[in-house]
């Protein structure tokens, strides 16, 4: 009987061969599909940075540049095909081009972004949408979409999941960084594209928007490092919200008890010059080495000290005195009890008593009491009188000045208002036949009377005789008398009478019948 050897059949070697070659294919396999894997992450990662990049261009540009951007180079400087300045630019030079002739290398991925705002200051929302071109390999020489690597690279880029990974690992050169708010990727499984969405909206952020359209919901607390370190800088206002107030000073806050929007609760110093828009209302003494200004009301119930001016758009109000190396301006009331000159105390101004001016030069002066000067009162405009007197009215004191209701000046002359001069007016007192018993007004007048030509006289007719006499006050102040018959001719009489008085006039020609005249008198 033959004796077997022993060894492995042909069979046997043919099945372990296979099985052998089947393994190394599934392992070759697996471990190609975890490199694809691997890079689609490290493009996510590519596609997280430029989407951070186009949050922080959306947050500080306060009009940023709307429609459709293709690659990246519009976040570029202008050095390597941007438009932004040097140290402006958003992503770096070696940042794929990411357009259609350059794309992403792994993918072939182009972008495509496309900026829009919509709503109004200052709630305007802007959104840049960027779209890729499908995800796609070759794959035995043919150009195939890969929605499976789409939706690793936008999960990377949203999870930030690749954040440790070595940045050489990646062909373009790029590492994660923390992810920032209000952006999202979505890949599309059927277009192989992923959509990535930048917004920025003012009331999501959790940071401080450089556009300031986002509101704080917590306190901003800095360490106790350096002062130099812990400054606010450029800023144009701090404006508090709206019904609360704003306090400044010690972390205890002292309350305000005048309702202020505004508390300083520690001591402030101010090096340059101070302007008040409104009231100015300092509860004690106010020291001020430079000027003081204010638009409105300057009060303060003790003193108010500068080395330079004084200055208010509407009253400066004391309750003790206020001294200023220079002038002292108000647009409305300066309300103290007196007022002195810094050069000459002798020289004072008190409203409510007598004042001592070197010199006094208004426009108007309103004054109920007396004003007392040894020099002259000069006036370049008019000077108007208010009291308003009646001439040939008796007055107290010689000297005043008045004038008459019609505005003519009057001066107190020997105890009567006078306007001085020959004015007045013509009175017709009328005809008379005999004798006339008149009188003046309030004013003195010139009397004139003519004729006195009687009728009747001896055997002539008379016509050349006339015969006028004046009483005043019992006193002849005029007479005139023609007996003579020769040429015809006619009396006149002229004299002066007081204001207010009595005069009597006669006619009784020589031998005739009582003569007619007529009167007037020109009232002064």
Known sequence: MRKRQGGFTLVELLLVTGLSSLIVALSLS????????AQAAQVGAVLFQYENAVRTYLSQQATPSLGTKDGSAWLKNATCGGTLAVGKEYLPCDFPAATASDPIRFGRLSLSTLVQSTGTSPNVKTT??????????YEKGVLTRRSDLAGISALAAASAINANRSASASEEGTSLVNAVTQVSYKADPLSSTIVMVARAAPNNDVWIRTDGANAMRANLNFDASAASAREIQGVSRIQNIAASVLMLGTSSGAASIYGANVV?????????????RNTLTVDNGAAITGSLTASDQVVANNNVAALASVGAGQSVIAGNSVQAGGSVTAGGALVSQIFYDANNTGFYLDPAGTSNLNSLSTQNINNSQTIATTGRLNTNEYFQLGAVESEGANCYQNGLVA???????????AGVWSSGGIKGQYVDYGSYTGSALLATGPKAALIQVVGGKGTSCDVWDGINRYQLTAVVQGMIVGNIANANNLWAKIGYLAFMVPANTQFYLSSAPYACNPGTFSVKAFNL
């Open 403 to 413: 004038q008459s209701a019609t505005g003519v000046a009057l001066s107190c002359t």
């Open 128 to 137: 840049a949408t960027t779209t890729t071109s499908a995800f796609s390999l």
């Open 264 to 276: 300083v609760d520690g001591n402030a110093e101010i090096i340059g010059s101070t302007r008040v």
């Open 30 to 37: 697996a471990k190609e599909a975890d490199l694809e894997q």
